[in-house]
């Protein structure tokens, strides 16, 4: 197999703007499914509604197109029936964390074996450009003409409430870290999450004064630095990979190491 065959070229071009990130992390994703031997057998990918949500209809798996923001509770009601599939969840940034943060809070104490690969392009892409649950406190939004007014939902803070979770942060720039945090969440025997921050030139980047998807993909290159080795906490514009304990018994042991309560004796 190589690397076009979990790919529906035949769909091509995609309906994704031109220069959008969302590609590139496709081309990741096919990748590292190659690598890992990944194919329509034993792999099922779970996307929400938004652009990132197309995804699923590109390659050549089997998908389940749900509703925006339940991705997590139809990853993890496919994991649960079908423990020995891969179950990948593609979502955007909007459907992971605003609509989808509820099932984001309780699935991580669930530390279900599934993984997350969150298009974060900071903004709801496909309804036009609304503030999202990521955007940055002032950026100048189509529902924020002034200024965003809130801060950003911190996603690191929240998947490490699971002390079993991983947690990488990435961009579409940095296609080579991009690649092995996804192959390594994919091999991580619990909760992952990849949080991929990504252009959305069309409904975001004109808006906020850049001139082109390429300056976008310049700006990633320039603003994020690697953390240090060995960092437990990654700060803002810091790439790397933040590893839990690796959890060792069945995703009932609630994914902080204390065992679901047992039936009711009283
Ligand atoms: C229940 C529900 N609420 C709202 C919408 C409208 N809607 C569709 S996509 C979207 C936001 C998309 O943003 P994001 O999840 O960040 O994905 P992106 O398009 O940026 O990839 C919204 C609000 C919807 N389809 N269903
Ligand atoms: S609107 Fe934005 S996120 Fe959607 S396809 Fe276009 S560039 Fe990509
Ligand atoms: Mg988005």
């Avoid at 938004?50 to 699923?56: D, K």
């Avoid at 003409?145 to 579409?172: C, D, E, M, R």
């Avoid at 790397?240 to 994914?255: L, Q, R, W």
């Amino acid at each position: 197999m190589a690397v076009k065959d979990k790919l529906k070229t035949d769909l091509f071009p995609t309906i994704w703007c031109p220069g959008c990130g969302i590609g590139l992390i496709m081309q990741q994703l096919a990748t590292v499914m190659d690598e890992l031997g990944l194919d329509k057998t034993n792999t099922v990918l779970i996307t929400g509604i938004g652009c990132t949500g197309r995804m699923g209809a590109y390659m050549n798996f089997e998908s389940v197109y749900t509703l925006h923001g339940r991705t997590l509770p139809v990853a993890e009601a496919v994991k649960t029936v079908r423990p020995e599939l891969n179950v990948i969840v593609v979502s955007g940034d909007g459907d992971t964390a605003s609509i989808g943060g509820n099932h984001l809070l309780h699935s991580i104490r669930r530390n279900p074996n599934i993984t997350v690969l969150c298009n974060n392009n900071e903004i709801y892409g496909l309804t036009g450009g609304q503030t999202g649950p990521t955007t940055p406190q002032g950026t100048n939004t189509i529902s924020s003409p002034t200024g965003a007014a809130y801060t950003p939902i911190n996603l690191q803070g929240v998947v490490s409430t699971n002390p079993n979770a991983y947690y990488a942060k990435t961009t579409v720039y940095h296609q080579g870290p991009m690649r092995k945090a996804i192959r390594e969440a994919i091999e991580w025997p619990g909760f992952s999450f990849v949080d991929i921050a990504s252009q959305c030139i069309e409904n975001n980047g004109r808006r906020i004064g850049f001139p082109s998807a390429y300056a976008m993909l310049e700006h990633y290159k320039t603003d994020y630095k690697p953390a240090p080795r060995g960092a437990t906490h990654l700060e803002p514009k810091q790439l790397g990979i933040v590893k839990g304990e690796v959890p060792t018994g069945p995703a009932s042991d609630n994914g902080n190491g204390q065992l679901a309560a047992g039936p009711r004796t009283d």
